[in-house]
């Protein structure tokens, strides 16, 4: 049961324009979300998350949109550039801290130049 | 940021043999550490999770006396698949996290394939 779903498994989108990423989660219990990136033959990275008391984060070129009542979060990059070409994943948590983390299967982004 | 490192970064093996997969968190002690598999096109599904000096928590449908986990110290962890089979060739991925932390630290991931 896939409790963290990214429906597209891909995204092209010029250099300099908007990426816009989607997750939609299923389970009410989850307060805690995470963005990840992921290069080849590297594991996953760190890149934003935000806690369900909150509707938005943002960090430089990163935003955060997290929607309860759609159960729907989104990430935004904006200006997206080349170097952000990788798989993002989302994952979800039921509790704050370093517990279990339910991930989607990714979005492979490409940034055109 | 903290940096966990996986070893080795890909094998091949003969089914029925065992394969022993180091993870450590080379600048931070791991409080926990969690053991992810990912098979093609799917997502990252947790396998285990390991406290410093006890036993590992496995997920549903995870058998722990195939795949096991010791985490003798707070920079090491080990995931040994017993007599592995063609079905247990996946991307096993570690990852280290720190009690109250906001976040986990991934390992780069080791391929698995058993012939």
């Known amino acids: 049961d896939q409790q963290v779903k990214q429906n597209s498994p891909s995204l092209s989108v010029q250099e300099g324009r908007i990426s816009i990423l989607n997750c939609d989660y299923t389970?009410?219990?989850?307060?805690?979300f995470l963005w990840y990136k992921k290069y080849p033959a590297e594991g996953p990275t760190f890149l934003i998350s935000i806690s369900s008391i909150k509707d938005k984060n943002e960090d430089g070129r990163f935003t955060v949109f997290l929607n309860k009542s759609a159960k729907h979060l989104s990430l935004h990059i904006v200006p997206s550039q080349p170097g952000d070409s990788a798989v993002y994943f989302c994952?979800?948590?039921?509790?704050?801290?370093?517990?279990?983390?339910?991930f989607g299967t990714g979005t492979r982004l490409t940034v055109i130049p | 940021g903290a940096v966990v490192s996986q070893h080795p970064s890909w094998v091949i093996c003969k089914s029925g043999t065992s394969v022993k997969i180091e993870c450590r968190s080379l600048?931070?002690?791991?409080?926990?550490m969690f053991w992810y598999r990912q098979f093609p096109k799917q997502s990252l599904m947790l396998m285990a999770t390991s406290n410093e000096g006890s036993k590992a928590t496995y997920e549903q449908g995870v058998e722990k006396d195939k795949f096991l986990i010791n985490h003798a110290s707070l920079t090491l962890s080990t995931l040994t698949v017993t007599s592995a089979h063609p079905e247990d060739s996946s991307f096993y991925i570690c990852?280290?996290?720190?009690?109250?932390?906001?976040?986990?630290?991934f390992g780069p991931g080791t391929r698995l394939l058993v012939l």
């Open positions: 600048d931070f002690q791991a409080t926990t």
């Open positions: 389970n009410s219990m989850f307060d805690y």
């Open positions: 994952a979800a948590s039921g509790v704050t801290g370093a517990n279990n983390l339910f």
């Open positions: 990852s280290g996290g720190l009690a109250g932390a906001e976040t986990q630290y």
